[in-house]
């Protein structure tokens, strides 16, 4: 069912502890942490505790839950004291565009210079 645990997807083993991360906040509907392949000093992701398959997906049956993923990647990019630098929320959608879990996740990437547009 939409939403529920996925056994074979990585993000939700991370949200049920089963595979270990470096969790950085979490909330009541939402788990952030760090990216095991940072392409900035902080690149963490955000994620929905239930499971969608992207973010489109996540905004059209769960808006408030997509709206908490944009809150704390805001409350990342503070507690990383990226914000008065500037940061970037990323959500990749699809293969051709760099997807490769398909857990709903925000990238949030901060620490350097960023250019636009991206690759
Ligand atoms: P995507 O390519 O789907 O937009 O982003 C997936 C991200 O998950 C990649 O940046 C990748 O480095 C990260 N990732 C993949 N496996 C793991 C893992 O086991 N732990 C963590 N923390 N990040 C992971
Ligand atoms: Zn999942």
């Given at each position: 069912m939409a939403g529920e645990p996925q056994a074979d997807c990585l993000f939700c083993k991370i949200v049920a502890g089963d595979v270990p991360a470096t969790v950085v906040r979490e909330s009541a509907t939402t788990v952030a942490f760090r990216d095991?392949?940072?392409?900035?000093p902080t690149h963490v992701l955000v994620i929905p505790r239930v499971h969608y398959p992207d973010a489109g997906t996540l905004a059209v049956a769960e808006p408030a839950i997509a709206a908490d993923v944009l809150t704390e990647a805001a409350a990342v990019a503070a507690q990383d004291k990226t914000d008065a630098s500037g940061y970037r929320i990323v959500f990749n959608t699809g293969a051709g565009a760099g997807q490769t879990v398909f857990h709903a996740h925000a990238h949030v990437l901060g620490g350097r210079g960023l250019n636009w547009p991206p690759g």
């Open positions: 095991i392949n940072p392409q900035a």
